[in-house]
């Protein structure tokens, strides 16, 4: 059974910093690509970034987003700096089990697996 686990989600201050993990089970992620999405309240889904051979980051993210394997532990991780309350909600990994993070990436339908999610709140 394919599943997704999210974890690390917490309260942060704005300009911190907050290390997100997805570990996967009932598959080897090694050769897929690996998205992060996040979801405010009244919000619709957003792309985050995308990790495979080629990487993709939200426009709003890039060069403060992360996103890093370690594939001994089938786990995937997205480092998170200078967070802004803007940065908050439920963040989400999810696979569709292909090589490559293509330029539709952020296109949450395309996504087969998912994982349950895990709160991400940046607050003074």
């Known amino acids: 059974q394919v599943q997704l686990v999210e974890s690390g989600g917490d309260l942060v201050q704005p300009g911190g910093s907050l290390t997100l993990s997805c570990v996967a089970s009932g598959f080897d992620l090694t050769p897929y690509a690996i998205a992060w999405f996040r979801q405010a309240p009244g919000k619709e889904r957003e792309g985050v970034g995308c990790h495979s051979n080629i990487e993709w980051y939200s426009p709003s993210v890039k060069d403060r987003f992360v996103i890093s394997r370690f594939p001994l532990k089938n786990t995937v991780y997205l480092q998170m700096n200078l967070l802004s309350p803007e940065d908050s909600g439920v963040y989400y990994c999810?696979?569709?089990?292909?090589?490559?993070?293509?330029?539709?990436?952020?296109?949450?339908?395309?996504?087969?697996?998912w994982g349950q999610g895990t709160q991400v709140t940046v607050s003074s």
């Open positions: 999810a696979t569709d089990r292909r090589a490559s993070c293509t330029r539709e990436w952020a296109k949450a339908t395309r996504y087969e697996y």
